[in-house]
């Protein structure tokens, strides 16, 4: 593995080594010392090109705990305001001494066209391009469910994947990266995904995808999903006619009160709510959902921070 | 005229016309002296330069009706000079220039400047497209009489890039050129369905997350538009139908009786939104690339004589245009030195079309549409010596950096293509032998 730029070219053995180092990664997070010299003099620069501090800290720490040194490139007040290109962005931060690119970039296909030009010969991590992929924001969504899913399967989680496990994901999937990158991994998996959306929050072509796609929220939440991972509604999308209004949305898409008083009342314990963040609570998801004990979302941030060490550590150490 | 100044004469030896058997071709003074065993002996064939034609087929000089030439403006992406020597070794004799210059080619003085550039290089025809509305911003039109009865003589209108997408407008363009026999050429695409689009809506954007530029957009303008060159009983040329509903809108109409051409690239004739899975921009093209099926259609589509012409929609952009993320990058290709590569490849490879097809596409039918008078002409006696000479059995590998034009956006790099230039005779002047550039015509044969 040189780079990882998608999990659709991803294949599941990559994919479990990727979830089983992380599971190595995470017991450092919970020592007294949580760093490994694993990276010890290699430099990691982050180069993000639309804010994202979650996500940028998230890596950075990953790097820090690795040993690794780490460079922060913001494109804001940077030359990239002045018109900086991509190429010369990069090639100046090689220049400086990365050796892994974390790209966070608003273009679709920013992170494919570093990897694939012969414009730097880093190691590219890609951070989130555009409405195409999120690979380590999927990886850590697939750490968090086969953790869940080899407690209620009562099994050692190294090794394996989330087979039989169904997801259902919901919300505005046409701009998610998130949603494509869950979609990929999780089926290589052998997980079962379903998309929840209104009709406008689809893309054209989904069709075609290895999913059942509902319009429905109810209708999906009665089959007894394993999980439920809502998407964040970004403001924008308010304005462009996707949706009548936010209270509309949140009526039919929303996971509120009354959707988790149901989980309950079908006895469904084991079905835990999922949310990359940052949430907006009362429109995608309440605050009792968002607060409930079926919540990982914090779970899922600390795991982000194993996921991404075991990432740039397969990807910088040579040992693949 | 001083002596130099008067074209060569060529006595074109065993050249197959139009694919059928070899025979020989006498040019003299810009025309066609002779045809057959006349040729060689005619006295003239005394003192002409014999080109060995053995194994080639001639055509008719190839017509493009869509070309980017960039000049006045853009000289970093082309010039009149670059784009017709790209076009000379492509085979051309006469090139239609895109409007969407800066300035634009919406007043006689644009169109006469360009037209001028073109007389000085010497290489093909250069006939100037005007501008359908002023500075192509879709709200008046331009001048087009004007430019209609400049030296330019323009016949063929468009605000290509963009579309004409007010309907009172485009009927009242449709309705105006008829005073001069004029012909609006449409970009076909409503601009609201294709807000920030970056490739075909479908499949493949789907995956790789990039706004989707849908068929129907295309496809909308097409109807509407055929519909109203039948209310006005005008003339209607569609650029660069990309879509298989569009080809089936433009059958229904020319079944209609409606006067509309349409035309294809030989970028749609062969390459799909797939391409677009590797990020890379020399993909990126207005219309954008779209499916197997689709592609199929136009095949179809060309051979049936629904779609008219091939137009190569030539696009040269400098390398940084390109060297960026998808998004940012322009849309465009060339095409001018790989157009009869590709259809000899797409269309006659395949059993769709023969050379006298080709013929008819490329130089025929685009001169109908253009009114070029001396273009497109049958290869026989006292017909102007417009003439193309391919070797159809030679392949070559594309090789972006070796070409005459300033760009390098050529989305077939690296392919292995059938169907070389080997000669190209523009009135009668040699402007391309044994596959390089020859000469262009000068001042003095213009007369």
Same mark, same amino acid.
């Given at each position: 593995?040189?780079?990882?730029?998608?999990?659709?070219?991803?294949?599941?053995?990559?994919?479990?080594?990727?979830? !089983?180092?992380?599971?190595?990664?995470?017991?450092?997070?919970?020592?007294?010392?949580?760093?490994?010299?694993?990276?010890?003099?290699?430099?990691?620069?982050?180069?993000?090109?639309?804010?994202?501090?979650?996500?940028?800290?998230?890596?950075?720490?990953?790097?820090?705990?690795?040993?690794?040194?780490?460079?922060?490139?913001?494109?804001?007040?940077?030359?990239?305001?002045?018109?900086?290109?991509?190429?010369?962005?990069?090639?100046?931060?090689?220049?400086?001494?990365?050796?892994?690119?974390?790209?966070?970039?608003?273009?679709?296909?920013?992170?494919?066209?570093?990897?694939?030009?012969?414009?730097?010969?880093?190691?590219?991590?890609?951070?989130?391009?555009?409405?195409?992929?999120?690979?380590?924001?999927?990886?850590?969504?697939?750490?968090?469910?086969?953790?869940?899913?080899?407690?209620?399967?009562?099994?050692?989680?190294?090794?394996?994947?989330?087979?039989?496990?169904?997801?259902?994901?919901?919300?505005?999937?046409?701009?998610?990266?998130?949603?494509?990158?869950?979609?990929?991994?999780?089926?290589?998996?052998?997980?079962?995904?379903?998309?929840?959306?209104?009709?406008?929050?689809?893309?054209?072509?989904? !069709?075609?995808?290895?999913?059942?796609?509902?319009?429905?929220?109810?209708?999906?939440?009665?089959?007894?999903?394993?999980?439920?991972?809502?998407?964040?509604?970004?403001?924008?999308?308010?304005?462009?006619?996707?949706?009548?209004?936010?209270?509309?949305?949140?009526?039919?898409?929303?996971?509120?009160?009354?959707?988790?008083?149901?989980?309950?009342?079908?006895?469904?314990? !084991?079905?835990?709510?999922?949310?990359?963040?940052?949430?907006?609570?009362?429109?995608?998801?309440?605050?009792?959902?968002?607060?409930?004990?079926?919540?990982?979302?914090?779970?899922?941030?600390?795991?982000?921070?194993?996921?991404?060490?075991?990432?740039?550590?397969?990807?910088?150490?040579?040992?693949? | 005229?001083?002596?130099?100044?008067?074209?060569?004469?060529?006595?074109?030896?065993?050249?197959?016309?139009?694919?059928?058997?070899?025979?020989?071709?006498?040019?003299?003074?810009?025309?066609?002296?002779?045809?057959?065993?006349?040729?060689?002996?005619?006295?003239?064939?005394?003192?002409?330069?014999?080109?060995?034609?053995?194994?080639?087929?001639?055509?008719?000089?190839?017509?493009?009706?869509?070309?980017?030439?960039?000049?006045?403006?853009?000289?970093? $992406?082309?010039?009149?000079?670059?784009?017709?020597?790209?076009?000379?070794?492509?085979?051309?004799?006469?090139?239609?220039?895109?409007?969407?210059?800066?300035?634009?080619?919406?007043?006689?003085?644009?169109?006469?400047?360009?037209?001028?550039?073109?007389?000085?290089?010497?290489?093909?025809?250069?006939?100037?497209?005007?501008?359908?509305?002023?500075?192509?911003?879709?709200?008046?039109?331009?001048?087009?009489?004007?430019?209609?009865?400049?030296?330019?003589?323009?016949?063929?209108?468009?605000?290509?890039?963009?579309?004409?997408?007010?309907?009172?407008?485009?009927?009242?363009?449709?309705?105006?050129?008829?005073?001069?026999?004029?012909?609006?050429?449409?970009?076909?695409?409503?601009?609201?369905?294709?807000?920030?689009?970056?490739?075909?809506?479908?499949?493949?954007?789907?995956?790789?997350?990039?706004?989707?530029?849908?068929?129907?957009?295309?496809?909308?303008?097409?109807?509407?538009?055929?519909?109203?060159?039948?209310?006005?009983?005008?003339?209607?040329?569609?650029?660069?139908?990309?879509?298989?509903?569009?080809?089936?809108?433009?059958?229904?109409?020319?079944?209609?009786?409606?006067?509309?051409?349409?035309?294809?690239?030989?970028?749609?004739?062969?390459?799909?939104?797939?391409?677009?899975?590797?990020?890379?921009?020399?993909?990126?093209?207005?219309?954008?690339?779209?499916?197997?099926?689709?592609?199929?259609?136009?095949?179809?589509?060309?051979?049936?004589?629904?779609?008219?012409?091939?137009?190569?929609?030539?696009?040269?952009? %400098?390398?940084? $245009?390109?060297?960026?993320?998808?998004?940012? $990058?322009?849309?465009?290709?060339?095409?001018?030195?790989?157009?009869?590569?590709?259809?000899?490849?797409?269309?006659?490879?395949?059993?769709?079309?023969?050379?006298?097809?080709?013929?008819?596409?490329?130089?025929?039918?685009?001169?109908?549409?253009?009114?070029?008078?001396?273009?497109?002409?049958?290869?026989?006696?006292?017909?102007?010596?417009?003439? +193309?000479?391919?070797? $159809?059995?030679?392949?070559?590998?594309?090789? %972006?950096?070796?070409?005459?034009?300033?760009?390098?956006?050529?989305?077939?790099?690296?392919?292995?293509?059938?169907?070389?230039?080997?000669?190209?005779?523009?009135?009668? +002047?040699?402007?391309?032998?044994?596959?390089?550039?020859?000469?262009?015509?000068?001042?003095?044969?213009?007369?």
């Amino acid at each position: 593995m040189k780079h990882l730029l998608s999990t659709y070219d991803l294949g599941r053995e990559d994919a479990v080594r990727i979830l !089983d180092v992380a599971e190595e990664m995470a017991t450092v997070g919970t020592r007294e010392i949580k760093k490994l010299p694993a990276l010890r003099g290699r430099t990691v620069a982050t180069l993000f090109f639309e804010d994202s501090t979650r996500t940028r800290i998230s890596f950075e720490a990953a790097a820090k705990r690795l040993s690794a040194d780490v460079i922060n490139f913001a494109a804001k007040g940077s030359s990239v305001s002045k018109g900086e290109s991509l190429k010369d962005t990069a090639q100046t931060l090689e220049a400086i001494g990365a050796e892994a690119v974390v790209i966070r970039h608003g273009a679709s296909g920013a992170a494919a066209r570093l990897a694939e030009t012969d414009w730097i010969s880093s190691a590219v991590v890609n951070a989130g391009d555009g409405t195409h992929e999120h690979p380590t924001q999927a990886l850590l969504d697939a750490f968090t469910l086969r953790q869940h899913w080899a407690r209620v399967k009562g099994v050692d989680p190294l090794g394996t994947g989330l087979d039989g496990m169904s997801v259902v994901i919901v919300g505005d999937v046409l701009h998610s990266r998130v949603a494509r990158s869950n979609l990929w991994l999780l089926k290589t998996l052998g997980a079962d995904v379903t998309f929840v959306a209104p009709p406008t929050l689809l893309p054209i072509g989904a !069709d075609a995808w290895p999913c059942t796609i509902n319009y429905d929220l109810d209708d999906a939440l009665a089959a007894g999903p394993d999980a439920v991972m809502m998407l964040r509604v970004q403001a924008e999308r308010m304005n462009a006619a996707y949706f009548p209004s936010t209270a509309e949305y949140s009526r039919r898409w929303g996971f509120d009160d009354a959707r988790l008083a149901m989980l309950d009342a079908r006895g469904l314990d !084991d079905t835990i709510i999922l949310h990359p963040g940052p949430m907006n609570r009362g429109l995608e998801i309440s605050a009792g959902a968002a607060d409930s004990p079926r919540a990982v979302v914090l779970q899922q941030v600390s795991n982000g921070v194993a996921v991404r060490m075991a990432v740039l550590y397969l990807l910088l150490s040579g040992d693949h | 005229m001083t002596s130099t100044a008067a074209t060569e004469t060529h006595l074109i030896r065993g050249a197959s016309l139009l694919g059928g058997e070899p025979t020989d071709l006498l040019l003299a003074d810009g025309r066609i002296a002779a045809v057959g065993d006349a040729a060689a002996a005619d006295e003239r064939a005394q003192q002409a330069t014999v080109v060995d034609a053995d194994g080639l087929i001639a055509l008719p000089g190839m017509v493009d009706l869509h070309t980017h030439l960039r000049e006045p403006g853009r000289e970093d $992406a082309e010039t009149v000079e670059t784009g017709t020597r790209a076009a000379a070794l492509g085979g051309f004799t006469a090139v239609h220039a895109m409007a969407n210059s800066n300035p634009v080619a919406d007043t006689a003085g644009v169109v006469e400047q360009v037209w001028s550039l073109g007389r000085r290089s010497g290489w093909v025809d250069v006939r100037p497209v005007g501008a359908v509305t002023v500075g192509l911003a879709g709200e008046r039109l331009s001048e087009l009489g004007a430019m209609a009865e400049s030296r330019a003589a323009v016949r063929v209108f468009s605000d290509d890039g963009i579309c004409v997408h007010d309907p009172v407008l485009m009927r009242r363009a449709l309705e105006y050129v008829k005073s001069f026999d004029g012909v609006v050429a449409q970009h076909a695409q409503e601009p609201r369905l294709t807000e920030g689009a970056q490739m075909n809506e479908g499949t493949v954007s789907a995956v790789l997350g990039l706004p989707g530029w849908p068929a129907v957009a295309e496809e909308s303008i097409i109807a509407r538009d055929v519909l109203l060159a039948e209310h006005v009983d005008s003339r209607l040329h569609v650029c660069h139908v990309s879509t298989a509903g569009s080809v089936d809108i433009i059958r229904w109409a020319k079944s209609r009786g409606i006067n509309v051409t349409a035309e294809v690239t030989p970028h749609h004739l062969l390459l799909t939104d797939e391409k677009a899975r590797t990020y890379n921009p020399v993909y990126k093209v207005n219309p954008p690339l779209r499916r197997e099926k689709d592609v199929m259609a136009l095949r179809e589509a060309l051979a049936d004589g629904t779609i008219d012409i091939i137009g190569t929609d030539h696009a040269p952009h %400098p390398t940084e $245009a390109k060297e960026c993320e998808w998004a940012q $990058a322009a849309m465009g290709m060339t095409g001018l030195e790989t157009a009869l590569s590709v259809v000899q490849h797409t269309m006659i490879e395949t059993g769709m079309m023969t050379w006298a097809d080709f013929a008819r596409v490329t130089s025929t039918t685009p001169a109908e549409i253009g009114l070029v008078a001396d273009q497109g002409r049958p290869l026989a006696v006292g017909e102007p010596a417009n003439i +193309t000479l391919v070797d $159809a059995d030679a392949r070559w590998t594309v090789d %972006p950096e070796a070409m005459a034009t300033m760009g390098r956006n050529s989305p077939f790099s690296g392919l292995e293509l059938p169907g070389r230039v080997r000669a190209t005779f523009f009135h009668g +002047t040699a402007t391309v032998l044994d596959g390089e550039l020859n000469t262009p015509r000068t001042a003095g044969e213009w007369a």
